[in-house]
């Protein structure tokens, strides 16, 4: 098999499943994982898949007529007004003496700065939220452990999973939302997400109503294990209806000065 039919495998494989390791790929295709790792460089190269974190994904430009998913540098100077209203709606639920997860993200980074100074424990794999923590805050900081993915911008060891800190609530936010649940590109954040879940009483998640209109692949998480989202006032009446089926309860955060 030559590059061009090992190309056209790995592609026609990503129509049918979202993420695929270097090892999937290397038992697809029965080569060595040197020749794989190299495929996965020039589909990246060329626009046609994406490099991530263990292997490749589909690129979200072969999904006609969606918003795409950006990374964290790009996405945190968009719709800041309603993120830091959604963030203080959100610093609203939480009390003095809370252990809470906040995740990585830039709305989550906007809770972050507005809870730097209570009295509170907070676990966070977001580096950038670590750093605003460590120089502003005064709140007990635990950080995840393991290596920095600078994209998109965690904190995490592939070897611990879930963390030894157990949250009344974990926040996080998401890059799109569907009937399916929470949907990210990156693999690396869907294995993440999953693990936090499991150590928080309520998962709260923070989104804007663009979200709604951003369809990544991979589901990291369905709605049913969403207690709360926060949103703000542009959330759609189909949208709405969405979430109550799914049983999750909506707090709409009002921009221009109230919550």
Same mark, same amino acid.
């Given at each position: 098999?030559?590059?061009?039919?090992?190309?056209?495998?790995?592609?026609?494989?990503?129509?049918?499943?979202?993420?695929?390791?270097?090892?999937?790929?290397?038992?697809?295709?029965?080569?060595?994982?040197?020749?794989?790792?190299?495929?996965?460089?020039?589909?990246?190269?060329?626009?046609?898949?994406?490099? @991530?974190?263990?292997?490749? %994904?589909?690129? =979200?430009?072969?999904? %006609?007529?969606?918003?795409?998913? &950006?990374?964290?540098? =790009?996405?945190?100077?968009?719709?800041?007004?309603?993120?830091?209203?959604?963030?203080?709606?959100?610093?609203?639920?939480?009390?003095?003496?809370?252990?809470?997860?906040?995740?990585?993200?830039?709305?989550?980074?906007?809770?972050?700065?507005?809870?730097?100074?209570?009295?509170?424990?907070?676990?966070?794999?977001?580096?950038?939220?670590?750093?605003?923590?460590?120089?502003?805050?005064?709140?007990?900081?635990?950080?995840?452990?393991?290596?920095?993915?600078?994209?998109?911008?965690?904190?995490?060891?592939?070897?611990?999973?879930?963390?030894?800190?157990?949250?009344?609530?974990?926040?996080?936010?998401?890059?799109?939302?569907?009937?399916?649940?929470?949907?990210?590109?990156?693999?690396?954040?869907? &294995?993440?997400?999953?693990?936090?879940?499991?150590?928080?009483?309520?998962? @709260?998640?923070?989104?804007?109503?663009?979200?709604?209109?951003?369809?990544?692949?991979?589901?990291?998480?369905?709605?049913?294990?969403?207690?709360?989202?926060?949103?703000?006032?542009?959330?759609?009446?189909?949208?709405?209806?969405?979430?109550?089926?799914?049983?999750?309860?909506?707090?709409?955060?009002?921009?221009?000065?109230?919550?």
């Amino acid at each position: 098999m030559n590059d061009t039919e090992r190309h056209k495998a790995i592609i026609d494989l990503l129509r049918e499943t979202p993420f695929a390791s270097v090892r999937d790929l290397q038992e697809h295709l029965g080569v060595s994982p040197a020749t794989i790792r190299r495929d996965i460089d020039k589909l990246h190269d060329l626009g046609r898949a994406r490099k @991530v974190y263990g292997g490749i %994904s589909a690129s =979200e430009a072969a999904d %006609s007529g969606r918003l795409s998913a &950006k990374p964290y540098d =790009e996405n945190r100077d968009i719709a800041v007004e309603a993120k830091r209203a959604i963030a203080a709606t959100a610093a609203g639920l939480v009390r003095d003496g809370d252990s809470i997860i906040v995740h990585a993200g830039s709305t989550c980074y906007q809770l972050g700065i507005l809870l730097a100074q209570r009295n509170l424990r907070i676990w966070t794999n977001s580096m950038p939220l670590a750093a605003h923590l460590g120089e502003h805050g005064t709140c007990q900081l635990s950080l995840a452990g393991g290596e920095l993915y600078r994209e998109p911008g965690i904190i995490h060891d592939s070897a611990a999973g879930s963390p030894a800190f157990f949250a009344s609530r974990f926040f996080l936010g998401t890059q799109g939302i569907s009937s399916k649940g929470l949907l990210e590109s990156h693999p690396l954040l869907v &294995k993440v997400i999953g693990e936090l879940s499991a150590c928080a009483d309520e998962i @709260v998640l923070l989104a804007d109503s663009r979200k709604f209109s951003i369809q990544p692949r991979n589901v990291a998480l369905p709605l049913s294990r969403i207690g709360t989202i926060i949103t703000d006032d542009g959330l759609t009446d189909a949208a709405a209806r969405m979430l109550e089926d799914a049983g999750v309860t909506i707090l709409i955060a009002r921009t221009g000065g109230t919550s």
